[in-house]
């Protein structure tokens, strides 16, 4: 299959609609990453996203609408809650997800066969205008191969997914960098299964009481069912081995400068650069920049892969506090739960 490249044009934003409209496959913009669509409401369209993706079958996407009143219009949810109006009001459009009971219309490889569904507005315009010019919700992923970091350019969802998909929009680069923050509504204290860009104090500010699922930040025991099941994956990976360390600042730099070499990378904050000495330096930004730390995680994990000879990547265990917990959470999954704890050793 031939991957159609598409621009920021009406005539091209129509062309996408159509393609969705009639079963395709399109990557799309949005202000958290780049997602792979098809229409929600279509089984057989959706089973692609599976196909493509490598997705395993039991992680269930997220459907994306244009208006919050696609959510009844569609029968996409069985009752919209109370806390889902209050936080429409204050993050809607915008990089939250809600999980609530799922409508007729939600085909069963939508929802993964849970009696939920997950629903988000995104804020992009150009997600947006593909949402109407298509007619219908969009259901979409990440438009990542599984297990690798999502895309956050149209050149990402090129290298993982060019020849496997019917098109791809170039919205230039997405503006959060992360995965929406999703949020059940279905149990009794609402909570978050996911971080991201809407951060845990933000929506405890909106709803008053809010849990954080523990697959948050720790892995998941043998056994124990995941809440969200894509949080049971290695998940954002790149090929080299990911290390965090868990240290002062001091300490941080001295074992890194100990442990480098022409194999190793290191994930590092701009005042850390000049004090850094051969290891490839990436930087996510200044420190305590969580906003941009998250902009840049997943692009610095795919240059890691594409310098080719890197095997081992050291980064410090990022801050919980705001939108650092959304960076932790992915960093400690590309770690594969690792962490070197320097005080103890
Ligand atoms: P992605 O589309 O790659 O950003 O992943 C969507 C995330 O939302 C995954 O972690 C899913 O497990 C989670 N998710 C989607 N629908 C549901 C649902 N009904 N219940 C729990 N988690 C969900
Ligand atoms: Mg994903």
């Keep these: 299959m031939q991957t159609l490249r598409l621009n920021h044009n009406e005539n091209d934003i129509q062309t996408a609609g159509k393609i969705l409209a009639d079963g395709g496959l399109v990557a799309v913009p949005t202000e958290t990453v780049y997602g792979l669509a098809a229409n929600a409401l279509d089984g057989e369209a959706v089973a692609k996203i599976f196909a493509a993706k490598g ?3 039991d992680n ?3 459907v994306h609408i244009a208006d919050f009143g696609d959510m009844e219009r569609f029968s996409l949810v069985r009752e919209i809650p109370e806390a889902a109006y209050r936080l429409a009001a204050t993050f809607w459009p915008g990089p939250l997800t809600m999980i609530m009971k799922k409508g007729s219309a939600i085909p069963d490889a939508v929802s993964a066969r849970l009696d939920t569904v997950a629903v988000r507005f995104p804020s992009h315009p150009l997600a947006q205008a593909v949402i109407r010019a298509a007619g219908v919700p969009l259901a979409a992923p990440s438009a990542n191969l599984s297990g690798s970091p999502s895309p956050t350019t149209a050149r990402h969802v090129l290298h993982d997914m060019d020849g496997k998909i019917d098109a791809v929009l170039d919205g230039g680069e997405c503006q959060v960098g992360l995965e929406s923050t999703v949020i059940t509504l279905v149990t009794d204290i609402p909570r978050v299964l996911r971080p991201g860009g809407v951060t845990v104090e933000m929506l405890t500010e909106a709803l008053g009481e809010v849990e954080v699922d523990d697959a948050v930040v720790h892995r998941l025991a043998d056994g124990v069912k995941a809440a969200s099941p894509g949080m049971k994956y290695k998940h954002y990976a790149p090929k080299a081995n990911v290390i965090l360390l868990q240290c002062s600042d001091a300490d941080f730099l001295d ?3 100990c442990h480098a070499g022409r194999g190793v990378a290191v994930l590092c904050c701009d005042e850390d650069v000049p004090l850094l000495h051969n290891v490839k330096a990436i930087s996510l930004g200044c420190r305590g920049d969580y906003g941009t730390q998250a902009h840049r995680l997943f692009d610095s994990l795919r240059r890691i892969d594409g310098y ?13 506090d705001g939108v650092g917990l959304a960076v932790y959470n992915r960093l400690i999954r590309a770690a594969g739960f690792e962490v070197i704890d320097l005080g103890k050793n």
């Design 308 to 320: 080719g000879d890197v095997l081992t990547v050291f980064s410090r265990l990022p801050s919980t």
């Design 60 to 62: 269930p996407l997220i």
């Design 55 to 57: 997705r395993p079958m």
């Design 255 to 257: 074992y890194v400068n």
